[in-house]
């Protein structure tokens, strides 16, 4: 039976077409959903006792389950159990523009990046979109405010599940359902090229960023097996087409990873590489977790790599960093639960 909540609009607007009832039916179960945030369907008023009938028999309204959760000031951890008892997690931010939540695409992930937690754990399966989706509706009932960001950048690679992805951003881009906006949201990819070429063919104008995290194929393949598949030149090319095509700006993410891809002479190679490619490149300081040898760059060494990019005009910002008090790095809450 599928999940309520793993259907798009114009689904479920074909669906109750299909079974001879009106199309309006789904903009009004989409407004218990997702603007009253009611899914008990006793409680939806106006609908029929046979169409609930209906809907019960074949639709789960099923929920993923919080069960832990960690808070520092302006970060949350949350920790989900699904409905299979696989595990994932969410991280909530606090900025000054808004509120934003960092979602996971699969249960672990089978990129392999050496610096990674997530990847530790290989992929179990990918999510659907009703279980993204739910990562939000659960935050927002227990934060109380509207989350206005999405990042998908928790566990998993979003390009390795790519359909799902898809139909979680039209689910909560719907503007008669949760309504965020496309520019508010970020797909982040560790450069799978097949996802991209789809992804610049989309309707709607929602954010790439590029984990790339070095300024060659030789230091990428160290650290990201997947370099070894997709070279930076067919990288880099594909990303131009993007960019062409899309007239926006992409985001490069980049791990400081001490004494590996950190010195001056590769903030010059990297400049080099950006060079006229219209993105902004976010500077990450890594953060260091118990099984994994990598260290964190110094922050005189952080600012040295952002000067010489700035200095060649490159846009570049050093991430602010959240909740390393309570183990925000991506996967690390999932690694310290018991159940691994
Ligand atoms: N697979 C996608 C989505 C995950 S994004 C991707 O690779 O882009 C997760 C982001 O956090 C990536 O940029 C990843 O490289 C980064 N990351 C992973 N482990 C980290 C750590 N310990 N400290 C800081 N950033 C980390």
């Known amino acids: 039976m599928r999940n309520i909540y793993d259907f798009t609009l114009k689904e479920l607007e074909d669906y109750f077409v299909s079974i001879g009832d009106k199309k309006f039916r789904a903009t009004q179960i989409y407004d218990f959903l997702y603007k009253k945030r009611i899914s008990d369907i006793e409680q939806m008023s106006n609908i029929s006792k046979s169409i609930k009938e209906h809907l019960i028999t074949n639709f789960s309204f099923d929920k993923i389950k919080l069960i832990v959760k960690q808070e520092d000031k302006d970060v949350k951890k949350y920790l989900f159990e699904l409905l299979d008892g696989q595990r994932i997690e969410s991280v909530l931010m ?25 990847g530790r754990l290989k992929k179990v399966r990918n999510l659907e979109a009703y279980e993204i989706v739910q990562q939000i509706l659960l935050i927002e009932e227990d934060i109380k405010e509207r989350i206005s960001h999405v990042v998908v950048m928790g566990i998993g690679e979003p390009f390795d599940n790519y359909d799902n992805l898809m139909r979680f951003v039209r689910i909560i881009n719907e ?83 001490d004494g590996i891809n950190d010195s001056v002479e590769m903030a010059q190679e990297l400049a080099v590489r950006l060079k006229g490619l219209n993105c902004y490149v976010n500077l990450i300081p890594y953060n260091e977790t118990e099984n994994i040898g990598y260290k964190r760059t110094k922050s005189s060494q952080i600012m040295k790599f952002y000067d010489i990019l700035k200095k060649k005009n490159i846009n570049v910002t050093i991430r602010r960093e959240f909740g390393s008090k309570v183990d925000a790095a991506c996967g690390q809450l999932r690694a310290n639960q018991s159940s691994n």
Request: net charge neutral; proline share 3%.
């Open 175 to 257: 503007g008669k359902g949760i309504a965020i906006g496309s520019r508010h949201i970020t797909v982040s990819t560790c450069g799978l090229i097949p996802g991209i070429e789809r992804f610049m063919n989309e309707e709607g104008q929602v954010n790439l960023a590029i984990s790339l995290h070095a300024p060659n194929d030789e230091i990428r393949r160290q650290i990201m097996p997947i370099a070894k598949v997709y070279d930076m030149d067919s990288l880099f090319e594909v990303l131009k087409s993007y960019i062409d095509k899309t007239n926006r700006r992409i985001t490069i993410e980049y791990i400081m990873l």
């Open 94 to 118: 606090y900025h000054d523009y808004g509120i934003s939540i960092c979602v996971s695409s699969q249960v672990g992930c089978n990129m392999g990046c050496k610096f990674c937690e997530s």
